[in-house]
């Protein structure tokens, strides 16, 4: 089984990036991916790995519920969350059972990696929260998620100032379903929201035990670093 790394952080923080600045490095004597990779495979036949294919939705689903007895407290909890239903935001839900699902398997078919890679998830499930417990939860709502979720080697933690933030996302050229149409001062409070809850979480996550590293703001390659470090210390 390979060692896993979740990711967690509002739009812009770098998470991707990360990624992208983590891929191919060695630690610990194995090889960093990231978790995308693990959705294609060779073709069997006629030029076996010099051909790839992406998995089909049924083989990512089947990694899936082979993980079904160990996964019954979160996946209970996913059936009943609201799934990012929101009356003031009804932007919020448009894709979210997608997201939530696709971060699912994504996560398993990680755990069923070869155990000589570090699969690094660029959105792991904690970024999945807001979807399952909603915008502003309660404090037990929150925790009892945060239990449930399969422990990876380590949690990383992105942060950054808000007003960068802002300046990133309004740089992007494509725009997330629930900014759409928001000024910047919808927007940067809709950051902060992000933020906040982030940050509660790994507060959670920290008091439940769990191994989190949280990321001091900075160029690309210095919160690589970093990451690298704390993943060297976590296995």
Not at 132 to 139: H, K, S, T
Not at 211 to 231: C, K, M, N, R, W
């Amino acid at each position: 089984m390979a060692s896993v790394i979740e990711l967690f952080g509002a739009p812009g923080t770098g998470k991707s990036s990360t990624v992208r600045a983590l891929e191919g490095r060695h630690v610990a004597g194995r090889r960093i991916v990231g978790a995308d990779r693990l959705l294609r495979v060779a073709r069997g036949r006629p030029f076996g790995s010099l051909l790839r294919r992406d998995l089909t939705p049924g083989e990512r689903r089947r990694e899936l519920a082979a993980r079904g007895q160990d996964w019954a407290g979160l996946l209970s909890i996913v059936r009943d969350a609201p799934l990012g239903r929101d009356a003031d935001d009804p932007l919020r839900p448009l894709h979210a059972p997608g997201w939530l699902a696709a971060t699912l398997e994504l996560r398993a078919l990680a755990d069923a990696a070869p155990a000589d890679v570090v699969v690094v998830l660029d959105e792991g499930l904690v970024q999945r929260a807001p979807i399952v417990c909603g915008a502003d939860p309660d404090d037990e709502t929150l925790a009892r998620y945060l239990r449930a979720l399969p422990p990876p080697a380590l949690h990383v933690h992105l942060t950054q100032d808000p007003a960068v933030l802002v300046a990133r996302l309004r740089g992007r050229g494509r725009v997330i379903d629930r900014h759409v149409g928001l000024d910047d001062g919808r927007l940067i409070d809709s950051v902060r929201d992000d933020l906040r809850l982030l940050a509660r979480c790994a507060a959670g996550l920290v008091a439940a035990g769990a191994a989190v590293h949280t990321t001091v703001p900075g160029e690309v390659d210095a919160v690589a670093s970093g990451v690298l470090s704390a993943i060297e210390r976590a296995l």
